[in-house]
């Protein structure tokens, strides 16, 4: 699909999908991270109690936020690495034959 080949995208918008997201990533991660040790504390407080009360539902949720999280760092490294080839290419161009 040409929508994801960021090739045909102009520097400007690979730009900014990269900063939107890093910003997902970091406000998924930082959300997951704190429902995580609540989760985690909720848990060791309560023991068999919480899980019958659904903390092993909440951890597969958790879980399920990891993975959009590492989805969203995925695309922030794609965006990044296109970047940067263009870059190169771009200085190689400027630099010219040896």
């Given at each position: 699909m040409a929508l994801f080949n960021l090739l045909r995208w102009p520097a400007?918008?690979?730009?900014?999908?990269?900063?939107?997201?890093?910003v997902a990533f970091a406000f998924t991660s930082v959300n997951l991270f704190?429902?995580?040790m609540a989760s985690a504390e909720f848990v060791r407080k309560f023991g068999w109690t919480?899980?019958?009360?659904?903390?092993?539902?909440?951890m597969a949720q958790l879980m399920a936020w990891g993975l959009v999280a590492l989805g969203w760092w995925m695309v922030f490294k794609v965006c990044e690495t296109e970047l940067s080839a263009r870059y190169r290419a771009w200085?190689?161009?400027?630099?010219g034959p040896r």
């Open positions: 400007v918008l690979v730009f900014v999908l990269a900063g939107v997201a890093a704190s429902q995580a919480a899980i019958r009360h659904g903390a092993l539902v909440q200085a190689e161009r400027r630099r």
